[in-house]
């Protein structure tokens, strides 16, 4: 019933496309290997599974895909869960269908979002601490990384930080790919949510 209730407010806007469907995570990774979509839309709960097991298998995806957990759970613990997983963004699903469509038009341009009702509890979490990775992570970061980072954590695409910094894309690019592999992530929202919770 939640998917033909999304099917049928996603097929309101003209420039959206459903492109499949799945009922658990061994079929939502099969239909996205397929599909290639630019973004998924995750539940927290896929009958007996967690949606963010679909995000922890992405590192096994050629193509860079997207991840927007829509969800009736506000739980904190459940959207730093959420982050660390790796998925893009989270979404609370009272929101409207304007709402969800920017939601998802910002993750596909690879900004990380989060709902305004879970934001400052959230990030209030983070910066207690909830991470495994240590402080002194980030000093082996050279200065640049770590702007580039900062501003990732802003929420800033690629091409924005490359307009701030006065650097070309690809430039940004490299440097953000040197980041996440001294950082052992594989995804922006991971990287984002660590520099936050290790900056005040």
Known sequence: MVRVGLRTTLERFPH???????????????????????????????GNECGLD????????????????????????LVFDAIAAGADGYLLKEAGG????????????????????????????????????????LEILSDQERRVLSLVAEGKTNKEIAAAMGLSDKT?????????????????SQAAAFYVQHVN
């Open 98 to 137: 304007e709402t969800l469509v920017k939601s998802i038009e910002q993750v596909a341009s690879g900004r990380s979002i989060l709902d305004p009702a879970v934001t400052r509890a959230v990030f209030g979490l983070v910066k207690q601490g909830g991470g495994s990775l240590p402080d002194d992570k």
């Open 54 to 77: 679909f995000c922890k298998r992405l590192e096994t995806f050629e193509n860079d895909i997207h991840t927007l957990v829509l969800t009736s759970f506000a739980d904190d613990q």
């Open 16 to 46: 959206i496309e459903v492109a499949g469907e799945a009922a658990n995570v061994t079929d939502a990774v099969a239909a996205a290997k397929k599909l290639l979509p630019d973004v998924v839309l995750l539940d927290m709960r896929l």
């Open 172 to 188: 940004v690019k490299n440097y953000f790919s040197n980041t996440l592999k001294k950082l052992g992530f594989s995804r922006r």
